[in-house]
């Protein structure tokens, strides 16, 4: 059985990586055929108007889904809980069609809040794009949903392939069309959620039966609405935080808002993998865990899985960080993008990246609050990290230019993830015990040693003079990291890892069998 759960979380991992670099071969191309310039910086504006109309609504259903889903099945069963999938679908196909309505009414109005240092002649050239960008929003939401359903019903891969395509369409697009310009990249990503969409209907017909005449008014949407208007307003945020950033960059100088949305971009490729791994196998565990009162359990592989998330990323941001610019080198130095574009780009990834950290933990523990219903507390979170991004991201623009809005986008997700670790034990739920975070001091000694071995491993490497290129130098240093984590973990032979093992296998074994 040990061998089936190994199996399992190694092929979601593999999936998860192979997405990542597809996604890195596209935004090299993306780079070399486009570098950083007036064209991308507006197409980076324009693909933020969709994503800050849609994607906070669309995150909001789908992070209550599952668990909701889930209590479906184990209260009433898999018909209704099918009857319950079809309804946010009719539901979700009729907003999506209303905001792209609004979004192609209002576009103008809103790449002007987005991009009040463009001129006019760059906001038309990002309106004619975002003319094109909205109408992959009606597909993507749908295959998204279509896709957690089959996440739900122990199809892992189902959201991890979506990465993957979106990648393989975008990269032949850019091959063959890259000669007209940048509007080969805007029309081949609208093709690939077309694609996507017909794969993910090919998956989850195994295992879901959509009901075309379900109830949009039933009391069970009613239910999730209820519960989607704080989280709503919490994922508007975090996507007010993703471009209120760019924003600030069209003040400043020509290609600062691609230099910083290449390198968040970079940052985010590296939360989503750690992260999404250990997310996409616990979260429909835990989910069920939750509404059969094993409190316990519940509790112990929610704090384990924190664990392993932390363990995984103190060492990695500190490396990431340290090699920033060999990195972003590797990465994009090449075509169109010069060496200026390269120092730029590494600066404000240096600081990006150490969010990771926070912003890791940050996707497992939210969806504990979604899990018990509260809502209330991440709103207030991101309410926390939205304004001290803003705030703190003004006032350091004026001093360090883009790297300062890096520093503050660091800083409110640190403060907002500390808050919602230290109001996690303050939850009132009958169906769980006080306490629900539990560190010990041997965590924080761990991970204070974790994050000193990528810095002594750098400047060793900087005493020795090592000359073996970029590549070579920072494999060798990623290799000997990894090698001198794991037999630190293997050595302090951590309780909480070890008892993680039996309990995630006996956990993951009965889900699967079922």
Same mark, same amino acid.
């Given at each position: 059985?040990?061998?089936?759960? *190994?199996?399992?979380?190694?092929?979601?991992?593999?999936?998860?990586?192979?997405?990542?670099?597809? /996604?890195?071969? @596209?935004?090299?191309?993306?780079?070399?055929?486009?570098?950083? +310039?007036?064209?991308?910086?507006?197409?980076?504006? *324009?693909?933020?108007?969709?994503?800050?109309?849609?994607?906070?609504?669309?995150?909001?259903? &789908?992070?209550?889904?599952?668990?909701?889903? %889930?209590?479906?099945?184990?209260?009433?069963?898999?018909?209704?809980?099918?009857?319950?999938?079809?309804?946010?679908?009719?539901?979700?196909?009729?907003?999506?069609?209303?905001?792209?309505?609004?979004?192609?009414?209002?576009?103008?109005?809103?790449?002007?809040?987005? =991009?009040?240092?463009?001129?006019?002649?760059?906001?038309?050239?990002?309106?004619?794009?975002?003319?094109?960008?909205?109408?992959?929003?009606?597909?993507?939401?749908?295959?998204?949903?279509? =896709?957690?359903?089959?996440?739900?019903?122990?199809?892992?891969? /189902?959201?991890?392939?979506?990465?993957?395509?979106?990648?393989?369409?975008?990269?032949?697009?850019?091959?063959?069309?890259?000669?007209?310009?940048?509007?080969?990249?805007?029309?081949?990503?609208?093709?690939?959620?077309?694609?996507?969409?017909?794969?993910?209907?090919?998956?989850?017909?195994?295992?879901?039966?959509?009901?075309?005449?379900? +109830?949009?008014?039933?009391?069970?949407?009613?239910?999730?609405?209820?519960?989607?208007?704080?989280?709503?307003?919490?994922?508007?945020?975090?996507?007010?935080?993703?471009?209120?950033? /760019?924003?600030?960059?069209?003040?400043?100088?020509?290609?600062?808002?691609?230099?910083?949305?290449?390198?968040?971009?970079?940052?985010?490729?590296?939360?989503?993998?750690?992260?999404?791994?250990?997310?996409?196998?616990?979260?429909?565990?835990?989910?069920?865990?939750?509404?059969?009162?094993?409190?316990?359990?519940?509790?112990?592989?929610?704090?384990?899985?924190?664990?392993?998330? /932390?363990?995984?990323?103190?060492?990695?941001?500190?490396? &990431?960080?340290?090699?920033?610019?060999?990195?972003?080198?590797?990465?994009?130095?090449?075509?169109?993008?010069?060496?200026? *574009?390269?120092? =730029?780009?590494?600066?404000?990834?240096?600081?990006?990246?150490?969010?990771?950290?926070?912003?890791?933990?940050?996707?497992?523990?939210?969806?504990? #609050?979604?899990?018990?219903?509260?809502?209330?507390?991440?709103?207030?979170?991101?309410?926390?990290?939205?304004?001290?991004?803003?705030?703190?991201? #003004?006032?350091?623009?004026?001093?360090?230019?883009? %790297?300062?809005?890096?520093?503050?986008?660091?800083?409110?997700?640190?403060?907002?993830?500390?808050?919602?670790?230290?109001?996690?034990?303050?939850?009132?739920?009958?169906?769980?015990?006080?306490?629900?975070? +539990?560190?010990?001091?041997?965590?924080?000694?761990?991970?204070?040693?974790?994050?000193?071995?990528?810095?002594?491993? #750098?400047?060793?490497?900087?005493?020795?003079?090592?000359?073996?290129?970029?590549?070579?130098?920072?494999?060798?240093?990623?290799?000997?990291?990894?090698?001198?984590?794991?037999?630190? &973990?293997?050595? @302090?032979?951590?309780?909480?890892?070890?008892?993680?093992?039996?309990?995630?296998?006996?956990?993951?074994?009965?889900?699967?069998? @079922?």
């Amino acid at each position: 059985m040990s061998e089936r759960l *190994a199996k399992n979380i190694i092929f979601v991992f593999i999936i998860i990586i192979g997405g990542k670099i597809l /996604s890195f071969f @596209r935004d090299i191309l993306v780079t070399y055929y486009f570098g950083a +310039n007036a064209n991308t910086d507006s197409y980076f504006i *324009a693909n933020s108007v969709p994503s800050i109309l849609y994607t906070a609504i669309l995150s909001s259903i &789908l992070v209550l889904f599952i668990p909701l889903y %889930k209590e479906a099945q184990v209260t009433k069963g898999n018909i209704e809980a099918d009857k319950y999938a079809s309804r946010v679908i009719n539901v979700l196909i009729i907003i999506s069609l209303l905001l792209t309505g609004f979004g192609l009414l209002f576009q103008n109005q809103i790449i002007s809040l987005l =991009a009040p240092g463009y001129s006019e002649t760059q906001k038309a050239l990002t309106s004619h794009m975002c003319n094109i960008l909205l109408l992959s929003f009606p597909l993507s939401s749908i295959s998204l949903l279509l =896709a957690n359903i089959s996440n739900a019903n122990k199809k892992y891969y /189902s959201v991890q392939i979506i990465p993957i395509i979106s990648s393989v369409v975008v990269v032949i697009a850019l091959f063959i069309f890259h000669q007209y310009g940048i509007f080969s990249l805007i029309y081949s990503t609208v093709f690939a959620f077309a694609i996507q969409l017909i794969v993910q209907i090919g998956i989850v017909k195994s295992h879901f039966k959509y009901t075309f005449k379900s +109830n949009v008014f039933h009391p069970d949407i009613k239910a999730i609405f209820l519960l989607i208007l704080p989280v709503f307003i919490g994922y508007t945020m975090d996507q007010i935080n993703l471009v209120i950033n /760019s924003s600030f960059c069209t003040y400043l100088d020509v290609g600062n808002v691609s230099f910083y949305n290449y390198a968040l971009r970079f940052q985010t490729t590296f939360i989503s993998t750690i992260s999404l791994a250990v997310v996409t196998i616990l979260y429909p565990i835990l989910s069920e865990l939750f509404f059969k009162y094993e409190n316990k359990q519940f509790n112990f592989l929610l704090n384990t899985g924190i664990q392993v998330i /932390s363990y995984t990323t103190v060492p990695i941001s500190i490396f &990431l960080s340290m090699n920033a610019e060999s990195l972003i080198q590797i990465v994009y130095g090449r075509g169109q993008f010069s060496e200026y *574009a390269v120092h =730029a780009t590494s600066a404000i990834f240096s600081i990006l990246i150490l969010s990771l950290i926070a912003l890791s933990i940050r996707d497992l523990i939210i969806r504990i #609050y979604f899990i018990h219903k509260n809502t209330k507390i991440p709103l207030i979170s991101s309410l926390i990290f939205g304004l001290v991004n803003a705030g703190l991201g #003004y006032y350091l623009m004026t001093i360090l230019g883009a %790297k300062g809005l890096a520093i503050a986008y660091f800083a409110s997700s640190t403060i907002a993830v500390l808050y919602l670790m230290i109001m996690l034990n303050h939850i009132n739920h009958s169906k769980v015990s006080d306490k629900i975070l +539990n560190f010990d001091k041997q965590f924080l000694f761990n991970n204070c040693i974790l994050a000193l071995l990528p810095i002594v491993i #750098y400047y060793l490497f900087k005493q020795i003079h090592f000359h073996g290129g970029a590549l070579l130098t920072v494999l060798i240093q990623f290799i000997l990291l990894i090698i001198f984590v794991a037999v630190y &973990l293997y050595y @302090r032979r951590d309780t909480y890892m070890l008892q993680f093992v039996k309990l995630i296998r006996s956990k993951f074994n009965s889900y699967v069998q @079922r």
